[in-house]
């Protein structure tokens, strides 16, 4: 299992990024996909996972009005879609892969992900 997160970058506040998580090694209809970010200084917290069973989101609440998760099956790829972003959203972001048809919760302190990726480094900064 083989996750590739990509598309960080430095951005101005307000601008609009988008992060890829490329997969491979397994099926994505088997495993549910989720983005976290982990800020300065912070313990690593979740954004959003998307289900490859049947595509449902969920999102955490603070962020559910501009992040935005996708998935392309065909490219076995899942997608972040941020938009506003503000310096508060400077972090490294990864992507995760969990065996199921549901996703589990984001809170990864009270739940173990099956597998990670490296992360991407977003800065937003003026």
């Known amino acids: 299992v083989q996750l590739q997160a990509s598309g960080g970058g430095l951005v101005q506040p307000g601008d609009s990024l988008r992060l890829s998580c490329a997969t491979s090694?397994?099926?994505?209809?088997?495993?549910?996909i989720g983005w976290f970010r982990q800020l300065p200084g912070k313990e690593r917290e979740g954004i959003s996972c998307v289900s490859g069973s049947d595509g449902s989101r969920t999102y955490v609440d603070s962020l559910k009005d501009r992040f935005t998760i996708s998935i392309d099956s065909a490219k076995n790829t899942v997608y972040l879609q941020m938009r506003s972003l503000k310096p508060e959203d400077t972090a490294v972001y990864y992507c995760a892969a969990d065996y199921g048809l549901r996703c589990p919760t984001l809170d990864p302190t009270i739940y173990e992900w099956d597998h990670w990726g490296q992360g991407t480094l977003v800065t937003v900064s003026s």
């Open positions: 090694g397994f099926t994505l209809h088997t495993y549910n």
